[in-house]
């Protein structure tokens, strides 16, 4: 198959929605990262989206909205639940809802809850708003691999697979959703991303973690994320000492300050633009490098997103 890639003029985004409407699938830019969509009432479709990546069938996917309106036949609010939503969308966080029957269990991989989230992006929102249809996607990338956040990289990993990408630039947070579930005056958190603790805080009177036990309410959780090629190693407290140890001659490292390194390639960012770039530059680096270290940030607004990708990226934490 050959992927087209095509700016998102109108004309487009009209040729895209009818890909989406015949039960095609497209790759598209998100304000979190990129997205390979399908008509998220079309199971055939959906399950094109899982071939394309390889992903495992029981790990669901999220629902993505233009209006309110939409999300009558893809969840069932709770009373309250549009005032809260209305704090967040459109933006970077996704609710986990009851489900309605209309969405087939492909993309809920079985359970009987349904990811939603209305994107900050004009482009995604006219997409889904030309399809008439909410449209399922998770990232546009193979699984396993770094979440991409331009169109190369969407292309490194699905040339061929999907008939047509468009191009939004460079994703502007680069790094997912945070996915959460409403508890009355509480937040529960399926999955840290770009919107922070510290935000979700200012709106709930509790934020707490999906216990550990938990995890078969957020099967992501349990697969393996984010890698690229090369191997990652999370370094965590005195980073220097530990690298020095462990340095190949084509390593890289990925800090928030100077490091006493002998390393030549050392990129040093603090941890909002950190949490943006880590994605592409895993996959910059891996082109480049044969060892890839990530140093641990401080506990703290997005320094937390971009600690649990890097663990989970990495094959080796010292
Ligand atoms: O920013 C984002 O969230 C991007 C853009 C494209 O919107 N999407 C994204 O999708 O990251 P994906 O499929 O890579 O991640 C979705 C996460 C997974 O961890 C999945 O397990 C979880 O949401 N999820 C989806 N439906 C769920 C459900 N019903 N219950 C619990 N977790 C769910
Ligand atoms: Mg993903």
């Known amino acids: 198959m050959k992927t087209r890639i095509v700016k998102s003029t109108l004309v487009n985004l009209r040729l895209a929605a009818r890909l989406i409407k015949s039960g095609e699938v497209v790759a598209f830019p998100t304000e979190t990262i990129y997205g390979l969509g399908a008509d998220a009432f079309n199971r055939e479709a959906v399950r094109k989206i899982f071939a394309a990546k390889g992903r495992p069938s029981d790990n669901p996917v999220i629902v993505h909205i233009s209006s309110f309106d939409m999300l009558k ?10 005032e809260i939503a209305r704090k967040f969308w459109p933006g970077p966080v996704t609710f986990i809802l009851p489900k309605r029957e209309l969405v087939p269990v492909e993309v809920t991989g079985g359970l009987d809850t349904v990811a939603v989230r209305m994107p900050d992006n004009k482009i995604t929102l006219k997409l889904i708003e030309l399809s008439g249809v909410p449209i399922a996607a998770p990232s546009a990338n193979t699984s396993t691999r770094p979440s991409p956040t331009s169109v190369g990289h969407v292309l490194d990993d699905l040339d061929g697979k999907i008939p047509l990408v468009i191009d939004g630039g460079a994703s502007k947070h680069g790094v997912e959703s945070t996915v959460i579930r409403v508890d009355g ?107 890839i270290f990530v140093c641990e940030r401080p506990e703290r607004g997005l320094g937390r997103t971009f600690n649990e990708r890097a663990r989970r990226a990495a094959s080796l934490i010292i």
């Open 73 to 82: 036949d893809v969840a069932i609010a709770p009373r309250g639940f549009e």
């Open 185 to 291: 005056r509480d937040a529960v958190v399926y999955r840290l991303g770009a919107l922070s603790l510290e935000d979700l805080e200012k709106v709930f009177s509790k934020v707490s973690f999906i216990s550990k036990t938990d995890v078969a309410r957020s099967p992501g959780v349990k697969y393996k994320h984010y890698a690229p090629s090369v191997p990652v190693v999370f370094v965590t407290g005195d980073a220097a000492k530990k690298i020095n140890a462990q340095l190949t001659s084509k390593a890289v490292v990925f800090c928030s300050k100077k490091l006493n390194v002998k390393c030549k390639q050392v990129v040093v960012l603090d941890s909002k633009v950190a949490a943006r770039k880590l994605f592409g530059f895993l996959r910059s680096s891996e082109k480049n490098f044969d060892l």
